[in-house]
């Protein structure tokens, strides 16, 4: 088979995708390979794509949106999101998916009783959640610090604020979807308010994995159940396998390895 898999970003050093997907492929007998791509202008992702040769891909931030412009065919809930972070090559045309959502979604099955959501961020894994809570009728509003990118929410018929606009309130679940904390050690939102709004809320959620966020250690000195994003890492991953082999192999066992190679970091 010897097909040649990536994951584009920028950052994208930190990534554990390669880990799960080689270590799948290894036990599952697949000579294949999953590599890492910096990429810095995004308009050249598609040119890249192809002359690497690669057979599919996962986008990570900032580039989830400007792939979903170069795709020349989209599936599912991405057309609703805008926005992609799996892309295959089907006879020299780019086939672009959201497992973001479905992913996220899987993950945060285990807390109950959730009607309503803060996403903090407005990029393209905010939409996927968004969109996601939305189908599930959870009512969700966007906290952005500016103003250009909630257009997208609000004419979607989300509740969308940008900092200097928003008025605290309670929600069930706190998601943020900003990089914050991912290379450094600061908050998603100024820490005062974001303090009083953990306080107020039954869960929260980031989605930075493998890493105990500043955001997180709110939650953990507050006592309120939380959870990174390495869940939603590893349910968007194993969609993604699949979708990279047309649903071939056996999604449980999929899962399991991607479950063992997880184990290998800690």
Same mark, same amino acid.
């Given at each position: 088979?010897?097909?040649?898999?990536?994951?584009?970003?920028?950052?994208?050093?930190?990534?554990?995708?390669?880990?799960?997907?080689?270590?799948?492929?290894?036990?599952?007998?697949?000579?294949?390979?999953?590599?890492?791509?910096?990429?810095?202008?995004?308009?050249?992702?598609?040119?890249?794509?192809?002359?690497?040769?690669?057979?599919? +891909?996962?986008?990570? *931030?900032?580039?989830?949106?400007?792939?979903?412009?170069?795709?020349?065919?989209?599936?599912?809930?991405?057309?609703?999101?805008?926005? *992609?972070?799996?892309?295959?090559?089907?006879?020299?045309?780019?086939?672009?998916?959201?497992?973001?959502?479905?992913?996220?979604?899987?993950?945060?099955?285990?807390?109950?009783?959730?009607?309503?959501?803060?996403?903090?961020?407005?990029?393209?894994?905010?939409?996927?959640?968004?969109?996601?809570?939305?189908?599930?009728?959870?009512?969700?509003?966007?906290?952005?610090?500016?103003?250009?990118?909630?257009?997208?929410?609000?004419?979607?018929?989300?509740?969308?604020?940008?900092?200097?606009?928003?008025?605290?309130?309670?929600?069930?679940?706190?998601?943020?979807?900003?990089?914050?904390?991912?290379?450094?050690?600061?908050?998603?939102?100024?820490?005062?308010?974001?303090?009083?709004?953990?306080?107020?809320?039954?869960?929260?959620?980031?989605?930075?994995?493998?890493?105990?966020?500043?955001?997180?250690?709110? +939650?953990?000195?507050?006592?309120?159940?939380?959870?990174?994003?390495?869940?939603?890492?590893?349910?968007?991953?194993?969609?993604?396998?699949?979708?990279?082999?047309?649903?071939?192999?056996?999604?449980?066992?999929?899962?399991?390895?991607?479950?063992?190679?997880?184990?290998?970091?800690?």
């Amino acid at each position: 088979m010897n097909k040649l898999f990536t994951i584009f970003g920028n950052p994208v050093s930190h990534s554990i995708s390669p880990l799960l997907h080689n270590f799948t492929m290894k036990s599952l007998g697949i000579d294949s390979c999953y590599t890492r791509t910096h990429l810095q202008d995004g308009n050249k992702f598609k040119d890249i794509f192809f002359k690497n040769g690669f057979e599919g +891909a996962n986008i990570t *931030v900032p580039f989830k949106e400007v792939a979903f412009e170069q795709c020349d065919e989209i599936k599912g809930i991405a057309n609703n999101i805008k926005a *992609v972070n799996t892309v295959i090559r089907q006879h020299d045309k780019l086939i672009g998916y959201n497992t973001d959502a479905p992913g996220f979604f899987e993950s945060i099955k285990e807390f109950e009783g959730i009607n309503s959501a803060l996403i903090l961020g407005a990029g393209g894994t905010a939409k996927a959640i968004a969109n996601i809570l939305k189908a599930n009728k959870i009512k969700c509003t966007i906290l952005n610090r500016s103003k250009p990118r909630l257009e997208y929410f609000i004419k979607n018929g989300f509740k969308a604020y940008s900092w200097d606009t928003f008025k605290i309130d309670d929600f069930d679940i706190i998601i943020n979807t900003t990089s914050a904390g991912l290379n450094d050690n600061n908050m998603p939102l100024e820490e005062k308010l974001l303090t009083n709004l953990v306080k107020n809320t039954k869960y929260c959620v980031d989605v930075i994995y493998n890493k105990q966020t500043p955001f997180l250690k709110i +939650a953990k000195e507050l006592n309120k159940p939380y959870k990174d994003g390495s869940d939603m890492l590893l349910y968007q991953a194993v969609l993604a396998f699949e979708i990279f082999f047309n649903n071939k192999y056996n999604k449980d066992n999929i899962e399991k390895y991607m479950r063992k190679a997880f184990k290998l970091l800690l």
